[in-house]
């Protein structure tokens, strides 16, 4: 069929096809940005943790009686939680992951003032901490007992030995010959302590961070009324272990109260519950705005059927067949569509480009518009098939009729 | 008149009902959406003390080492600095302050204690950040450094271990220590947290508050952010307070310009004299910040709420490129009907104004239907935001914008329309008939 004869036509009625094109324009370039800022957040709230994160939760213990003594409580405690039915296993901790609240460090390759530094972010843990974390340990070995530092709140000591990720063992060492190697941490680097292990990865506690797989397991427990443990169980059963742990330790010492008993994946979900709430608004304003062109669509479509009336009866009084009549405005349509999305296109690239500069959003990728355009292309065409349908049931007797 | 033209654009709404609902419909869901995104907006970027924003400053001194890369001072102060600051006196009201963790043992003996975040402060807190109290008031100047054990409770606290009774006079434990109650505050939720944006930008208010001279006696340390620019000290408590560590927020008063610069020279002799003890290594960055600047400073309004409102603006676009291609299908499918009016003697302008009061309605009803929208919106956004409750709710001025906005919108939409339908000759409709 000749593209021409319906281009002439449309052409009578521009202002009609101009909006619809024009609105196309828009929506694609809203739904290509929408979309790709809704992926990156996803793609962000999905990256591995390196932590077994679905089975893990996280007690708060707080002794408050004078006779509280914290190293016992620990102990009892940590015998307790490893024999409860369903623990895989447990540690003392002095900061969760994925939390948003840590211990930021900064370690450096030589002693000295002035060196260069590698920021990170410290985790206390015990011998069960790889475990209890479910971290994949890719070389070396893990703490011994001997190693284990027990600290008071106001100690500053640092241990001799420490574990840290693939992530920062690359940035400290990037030749990746970190393990056996010696940190310095502290004013001057006082303390110098040797990697004895490299764990794959593990997120640190600030998930927006760039750092944030630069994390260091440091051997220390600290003898203070405030503590919190790490519960790894079984896969499944973690919301009734935690329940019962909860019960267990609320009992198991009158000189102490139990607090925030939470799975990790709740302190995930909290530290991104900003990009999911971005992610959620963006695909409701997406489903929106392709609804609302789409009854556009149907709307202008279903009145230029009525306006043309008439001259449908004529044509297929003079031998066009139904599916011609659908065709006619399918290809319409078509037409229309087209000239907005090549707009579209441009739009979207200039939203983009004014969403990058102002608020800092990442650049588009290229493959988000032919995406979008293909889409697009069949909202557009599944809108105007009501429509056309009801245009190829015109009779051909119409074309007789005066009025 | 007017009646007349509301009757017959009433005729007109119901004679397509399909085509109105579509109409209302795309005008009540680009109305709803940007009322959505802007409550949000509006809310996070509201002034939390509007005739003091100017008055009240947030204090930052650039104590750093020299290998420090930010571009940016310290937004806290360390222990050393902020006891010269307050001791110096030079503001009309000052603070320092900080927030811990107290274990409050509740006088109810069937209540088991629990964690409580108390904020130490100067009493000054309470007039400089207009703080309403319920019961009692602040505790005496006297007393912010004297070590006494007073406290003043949040409305929320009180309730919890009182019931909501006046509790001024009564003892609290706190810790291994006997508190009184000297204040009990009235409701009170600054949106955003202003005073402090270190930990959460739309957080609770804190539990209780003591005053700063409790700090060493108690050994008392910041649950908040602390940043040591340095060594964290010797491993004593007094170690930690002589060290480089920054945990405390400094905020002064300054009532006029004049003292605003007076201060400012303060702080900046004040550093000069530590450089001649060795302290301070960088070039001088002292910085006096008002609310307005500290919320600005602090990125408050965050980013995506921002690009939210844009693409929600982009949207009603397209919702009123919608509506506009709607209305001019339904006034062009009416032509005869204008070309009898106008035939008949009606003046271009009565049929303009009869169109305008027909998409006006379209708007009222797409506006209410977007205020609607907006409300489930925001319900939706109260459950996916973390402290969505203190910025997504619909108040007043933003239900008036809205009503607003969707009249605005429909008129607008609808003025090319109509605009395009008077200007036809009548005779080429009645010709047919």
């Known amino acids: 069929m000749a593209l021409h004869p319906i281009l002439s036509a449309t052409l009578r009625n521009k202002t009609g096809a101009i909006l619809i094109a024009l609105q196309i324009a828009i929506t694609l370039a809203i739904v290509c940005n929408a979309v790709f800022i809704i992926n990156e957040r996803l793609d962000q709230i999905g990256r591995p943790t390196g932590m077994d994160v679905d089975n893990i939760f996280v007690i708060q213990s707080v002794g408050f009686s004078p006779k509280y003594n914290p190293a016992d409580a620990r102990r009892m405690d940590m015998d307790m939680l490893r024999a409860m039915p369903g623990v895989v296993d447990a540690a003392p901790i002095s900061d969760i992951p994925l939390s948003g609240g840590g211990w930021g460090d900064a370690l450096a390759t030589k002693p000295g003032e002035g060196v260069s530094e590698q920021s990170g972010n410290i985790f206390t843990v015990d011998t069960h901490g790889l475990n209890a974390f479910g971290l994949k340990l890719v070389a070396g070995r893990n703490f011994r007992p001997d190693e284990i530092l027990e600290e008071d709140s106001q100690s500053t000591d640092f241990p001799k030995v420490v574990i840290v990720t693939r992530a920062m063992a690359d940035k400290l060492f990037p030749n990746g010959d970190a393990l056996g190697k010696t940190v310095y941490e502290g004013a001057g680097g006082r303390h110098a302590a040797t990697i004895i292990g490299i764990v794959e990865r593990m997120q640190g506690a600030w998930v927006h961070w760039t750092g944030l797989e630069r994390s260091v397991l440091a051997p220390i427990v600290y003898n203070q009324s405030f503590t919190r443990y790490i519960v790894r169980t079984e896969p499944g059963r973690r919301d009734a272990v935690m329940q019962a742990a909860r019960q267990k330790l609320d009992t198991s010492n009158p000189g102490r109260f139990i607090q925030k008993v939470r799975s990790l994946a709740d302190y995930r979900a909290k530290s991104y519950a900003d990009d999911t709430a971005m992610a959620t608004m963006l695909g409701v304003v997406t489903a929106l705005i392709l609804t609302i062109t789409a009854f556009g669509i149907v709307g202008l479509a279903s009145f230029s059927v009525n306006q043309r009336i008439k001259q449908i009866g004529t044509r297929r009084a003079l031998g066009a067949r139904r599916r011609d009549i659908v065709r006619y405005f399918m290809i319409e349509n078509w037409m229309i569509t087209s000239i907005g999305v090549v707009v579209g296109s441009a739009l979207a690239v200039g939203v983009n480009f004014w969403l990058v500069n102002l608020f800092s959003i990442e650049p588009l990728t290229w493959y988000y518009i032919p995406v979008a355009i293909l889409a697009l292309w069949v909202l557009g065409l599944l809108a105007v098939m009501g429509p056309a349908l009801r245009a190829a049931r015109v009779p051909p007797a119409i074309a007789t009729r005066t009025v | ?433």
Not at chain 2, 229 to 244: K, V
Request: glycine share 8%; charged share 15%; proline share 5%.
């Open chain 2, 1 to 433: 008149m007017f009646i007349y033209n509301l009757r017959l654009a009433w005729l007109s709404v119901r004679r397509n009902p399909i085509l109105s609902v579509l109409m209302v419909g795309a005008i009540a869901i680009g109305i709803g959406v940007s009322t959505t995104t802007l409550t949000v907006y509006h809310l996070m970027s509201g002034n939390p003390i509007p005739d003091k924003s100017n008055q009240l400053y947030a204090v930052q001194l650039d104590s750093r080492s020299k290998e420090a890369t930010s571009t940016d001072p310290p937004t806290q102060l360390n222990y050393r600095d902020a006891m010269a600051l307050m001791h110096a006196h030079r503001a009309t009201r000052q603070t320092a302050d900080y927030i811990t963790s107290l274990v409050v043992h509740p006088p109810r003996v069937e209540q088991k204690p629990f964690y409580a975040v108390a904020r130490v402060a100067l009493s000054d807190f309470f007039p400089m950040f207009e703080v309403p109290f319920q019961y009692g008031s602040p505790w005496e100047k006297a007393d912010d450094e004297s070590g006494a054990q007073v406290a003043v409770l949040s409305h929320d606290l009180n309730q919890k271990l009182f019931g909501g009774a006046n509790s001024v006079g009564k003892s609290l434990q706190l810790g291994d220590r006997t508190f009184r109650i000297v204040g009990v505050l009235a409701p009170w939720s600054p949106t955003p947290k202003f005073y402090d944006l270190e930990n959460n930008h739309f957080g609770d208010t804190e539990d209780l508050f003591i005053p700063f001279g409790l700090t060493v006696p108690m050994q008392l340390q910041s649950s908040g952010n602390t940043n040591c620019y340095g060594s964290a000290g010797d491993g004593t408590f007094t170690g930690f307070l002589n060290s480089e560590c920054n945990w405390i927020q400094f905020w002064v008063e300054l009532p006029t310009q004049a003292d605003r610069d007076s201060y400012m020279q303060f702080l900046n002799s004040y550093v000069q004299e530590q450089k001649r003890v060795g302290r301070f290594p960088r070039p001088l960055d002292n910085r006096l910040q008002n609310v307005t600047e500290w919320l600005n400073f602090n990125h408050v309004v965050s980013d995506d709420s921002r690009a939210l409102v844009a693409l929600a603006l982009l949207f009603l676009g397209v919702c009123m490129l919608n509506t506009i291609g709607l209305i001019l299908a339904k006034f062009l499918r009416r032509s005869p009907e204008i070309g009898l009016r106008r035939a008949l003697g009606a003046r271009r302008s009565v049929l303009f104004r009869q169109y305008l009061v027909e998409v006006g309605i379209i708007g009222v009803a797409g506006g209410l239907g977007g205020l609607l929208l907006a409300w489930l919106g925001l319900w939706g956004v109260r459950n996916l935001i973390s402290d969505g409750a203190r910025i997504a709710h619909l108040d007043w001025l933003m239900v008036g914008a809205a009503l607003l906005l969707a009249l605005a919108a429909s008129i607008a939409a609808g003025i090319y329309p109509a605009w395009r339908v008077i200007r036809m000759a009548p005779a080429a409709y009645l010709k047919v008939q």
